[in-house]
């Protein structure tokens, strides 16, 4: 092998083997990432949960997530407002 | 930088978004130009791709392929993912979600323009952005095309086919 097509570390090396796979791989994972917690959330608003609790254990604040979320999650489940659910509205 | 767009090529740019949005592309890549074309032309670029056997539905699968075999390369399972998260999980943005041109796409609408005067075209067509987008030799949209069994070369070969037939 040419000196010059080595990679620079011998053996076998940790990871996916081309190195795009990998960087791609970051990108999927953000955008996965994002429709996960959009749909975990809404999993959360459907099953009875309030915006604070859903904040609480997501870390963030209440508002930063009825921000995010509830628009599309309202749009959704329409005649339902977000964060009222079971407690007769 | 991309106000003097024809119908032509609008269309499928537009379409393109709209594919970028529901596949949940936060900016928008040649692949992404390449569906919109797939979807919205009605010209020689569509009918160059279609007769390599080249779908819209075909294409789109083959893009989320490469997304899940990307994701399988650092060890994580796409299809286990969607199937924990339920019905509620949708990859799809929001309306009110801006998407930009990644840096392929802008090279490749750049090179769509180059090619129209290369050619001594007055407008821009979807063929000019097929041509722009295969100018991408590492691209994305190429790569997808390569793993659907079709080169660059001969798309590009049927594309010019098509002109001269249609040049008389």
Same mark, same amino acid.
Request: hydrophobic fraction near 40%; aromatic fraction near 4%; glycine fraction near 10%.
């Given at each position: 092998?040419?000196?010059? =097509?080595?990679?620079?570390?011998?053996?076998?090396?940790?990871?996916?083997?081309?190195? #795009?796979?990998?960087?791609? !791989? /970051?990108?999927?994972?953000? &955008?996965?990432?994002?429709?996960?917690?959009?749909?975990?959330? +809404?999993?959360?608003?459907? !099953?009875?949960?309030?915006?604070?609790?859903?904040?609480?254990?997501?870390?963030?604040?209440?508002?930063?997530?009825?921000?995010?979320?509830?628009?599309?999650?309202?749009?959704?489940?329409?005649?339902?407002?977000?964060?009222?659910?079971?407690?007769?509205? | 930088?991309? *106000?003097?767009?024809?119908?032509?090529?609008?269309?499928?740019?537009?379409?393109?978004?709209? +594919?970028?949005? $529901?596949?949940?592309?936060?900016?928008?890549?040649?692949?992404?130009?390449?569906?919109?074309?797939?979807?919205?032309?009605?010209?020689?670029? @569509?009918?160059?791709?279609?007769?390599?056997?080249?779908?819209?539905?075909?294409?789109?699968?083959?893009?989320?392929? $490469?997304?899940?075999?990307?994701?399988?390369?650092?060890?994580?399972?796409?299809?286990?993912?969607?199937?924990?998260?339920?019905?509620?999980?949708?990859?799809?943005?929001?309306?009110? &979600?801006?998407?930009?041109?990644?840096?392929?796409?802008?090279? @490749?609408?750049?090179?769509?323009?180059?090619? $129209? &005067?290369?050619?001594?075209?007055?407008?821009?067509?979807?063929?000019?952005?097929?041509?722009?987008?295969?100018?991408?030799?590492?691209? =994305? @949209?190429?790569? $997808?095309?390569?793993?659907?069994? /079709?080169?660059?070369? *001969?798309? +590009? +070969? #049927?594309?010019?086919?098509?002109?001269?037939?249609?040049?008389?």
């Amino acid at each position: 092998m040419d000196r010059k =097509t080595k990679t620079w570390i011998e053996g076998p090396i940790e990871g996916p083997e081309d190195p #795009r796979e990998g960087l791609e !791989a /970051v990108v999927v994972l953000r &955008r996965t990432l994002e429709a996960l917690e959009a749909a975990q959330v +809404e999993n959360a608003f459907v !099953a009875g949960w309030s915006w604070a609790q859903i904040a609480e254990v997501l870390g963030v604040s209440k508002q930063a997530v009825h921000k995010k979320h509830a628009k599309r999650i309202r749009a959704r489940y329409l005649g339902q407002p977000p964060g009222r659910r079971g407690r007769g509205a | 930088m991309f *106000t003097r767009f024809t119908d032509r090529s609008r269309r499928p740019v537009e379409a393109a978004f709209e +594919e970028a949005r $529901m596949l949940g592309h936060d900016s928008l890549g040649d692949e992404d130009l390449l569906l919109g074309i797939l979807r919205a032309d009605e010209g020689m670029a @569509a009918e160059a791709l279609s007769s390599l056997g080249v779908t819209l539905e075909d294409a789109r699968d083959e893009s989320e392929r $490469m997304l899940s075999d990307a994701l399988s390369s650092i060890g994580i399972s796409l299809e286990d993912i969607r199937r924990e998260a339920g019905d509620a999980f949708d990859v799809s943005l929001p309306d009110d &979600r801006k998407i930009s041109y990644s840096p392929q796409a802008k090279n @490749a609408l750049v090179g769509a323009r180059k090619e $129209m &005067r290369r050619l001594g075209d007055g407008h821009l067509g979807a063929e000019h952005v097929l041509l722009g987008i295969l100018g991408n030799e590492d691209g =994305t @949209a190429v790569r $997808m095309l390569n793993r659907m069994g /079709v080169s660059p070369e *001969t798309l +590009e +070969e #049927r594309l010019f086919e098509l002109r001269g037939r249609a040049a008389g």
